[in-house]
């Protein structure tokens, strides 16, 4: 039974530069890492949202890493400060490789790994690292991995209670000069997006539901649970389904750091094309990456207006919405009834979506839950991963004016790249 999300880990050509974003720009501390002759490993937090980034060597598929160990099905173990562990990342799995960068393993925390990974094998889930039991001074983790039905995404489940350190064994306290502090203000991941082909969602749900226990979480109350919530206009077109981790306690299990600092749940949509569409940003992201995989995690903040301040005064490039998006029907006396601003959202390019309940007459409360979101700029070097800073004022959906503002900013920036790269090829011929 998955319970929550523990860490997020991603395999790119460069680790440092990518971890120097992370700090510099998003202001995440950089806290631990794992670094030896070919392996380089480092985990980065802000606030509960922890990224482990993983540099992807020349021949780890299979093949002798650069440092001359082989990956863990070799079973070539190295050993260090009394620790063993195969010479290869740790908590995580890369015969799945793409050849781009991308975010490829949701570790989730659990109770018990046994028990979890046995409800994934009686499912007839796939498990590519069977229970492995990594140790140090400070205590031992458990741990297995298991592939997800989407792409190159696996799932690492492990259970640290037994475990005192820092971070995870094999993992120690980043060198000084690497050592950061946290001074932005992303509390935790909110959501993460899969983009994935046409009509492939009904097994993708169903496999969460029989192998992790994961539910059905309804988009906004216009989605139908069969249809999934269609955003669809001239220029958009997308089906999104979602789900999240079930409230464990209802099946006698206990989540692992309940209460008194549980942390708040983690959805998951899957994006899906809709047939007869020309280009779009979901099919972009499946060519450019490969296939289906984790297109962009939204991390919580509890206030944007200062967090994308705090973002672009680092250079971070936020995607903008569409010129007309704010003096849209509705949307001033909108942002004014929640009490917001609209001259500080205009200038962040923070969209906002009031959540109407149908069942409360009372117009004063209808719209007091609410969310406010932005995307920024792709932040590999292909347009296959972004982030997005969202906060969440009581309303847990997703509102379908947001996702059609999202939708033109994220097209109108990879519509802007391909002229570009139009026009390079064309001055190249
Ligand atoms: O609204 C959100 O945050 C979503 O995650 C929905 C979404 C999914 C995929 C897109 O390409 C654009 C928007
Ligand atoms: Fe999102």
């Not at 120690?172 to 009509?199: I, N, Q």
């Not at 005064?313 to 010129?323: G, I, N, S, T």
């Not at 009031?354 to 839950?369: I, P, S």
Request: glycine share 8%; net charge negative.
């Amino acid at each position: 039974m998955a319970a929550d999300v523990h860490h997020i880990s991603l395999r790119v050509s460069n680790a440092r530069r990518l971890l120097k974003d992370l700090v510099d720009r998003f202001h995440f501390s950089s806290f631990a890492e794992r670094v030896e002759k070919g392996v380089k490993q480092f985990a980065v937090r802000s606030g509960s949202a922890i990224f482990v980034v993983n540099e992807r060597t020349a021949g780890e598929n299979g093949e002798l890493s650069q440092a001359g160990l082989r990956n863990h099905e070799s079973g070539v173990i190295a050993r260090r400060n009394g620790f063993s562990a195969n010479c290869h990342h740790l908590y995580d799995y890369s015969d799945l490789d793409t050849h781009v960068d991308s975010v490829c393993n949701v570790a989730f925390e659990v109770e018990d790994v046994d028990s979890s990974l046995e409800r994934v094998v009686r499912a007839g889930g796939r498990v590519l690292t069977d229970i492995k039991v990594t140790e140090d001074e400070k205590g031992s983790v458990t741990h297995a991995v298991v592939q997800s039905p989407i792409g190159n995404v696996v799932h690492t489940l492990l259970d640290k209670k037994l475990y005192k350190g820092l971070f995870l064994p094999g993992f120690e306290a980043s060198g000084a000069s690497r050592m950061t502090k946290s001074t932005g203000r992303l509390s935790h991941f909110d959501h993460v997006t899969y983009a994935c082909p046409m009509s492939s969602s009904p097994p993708i749900l169903e496999w969460y539901e029989r192998c992790l226990g994961l539910k059905r979480f309804l988009v906004n109350r216009d989605e139908s649970e069969d249809q999934g919530f269609i955003v669809q206009g001239a220029d958009v077109g997308m089906r999104l389904k979602a789900f999240e981790y079930w409230k464990c306690a209802k099946e006698g299990l206990r989540m692992p750091g309940s209460s008194p600092d549980v942390k708040p749940k983690v959805k998951f949509v899957i994006a899906e094309p809709l047939p007869g569409q020309g280009p779009n940003q979901v099919e972009t992201f499946l060519e450019q990456h490969g296939g289906p995989g984790i297109q962009h995690i939204g991390l919580h903040t509890p206030d944007i207006i200062s967090s994308t301040r705090q973002l672009r005064a680092a250079h971070v490039q936020l995607l903008k919405p569409p010129d007309t998006y704010y003096s849209e029907i509705g949307k001033l006396s909108e942002i004014n009834q929640v009490g917001q601003c609209l001259t500080a959202l205009r200038e962040n390019g923070v969209l906002l979506d009031a959540e109407a309940d149908a069942t409360d007459n009372d117009t004063r409360n209808n719209n007091q839950r609410y969310l406010m979101q932005v995307f920024t700029k792709p932040i590999f070097d292909e347009d296959t991963f972004f982030l997005e800073i969202i906060q969440r004022c009581g309303a847990t959906g997703f509102g379908a004016g947001n996702i059609t503002a999202l939708w033109r900013s994220v097209q109108a920036y990879l519509d802007q790249r391909e002229q570009l790269d139009n026009s390079k090829n064309k001055l190249s011929q």
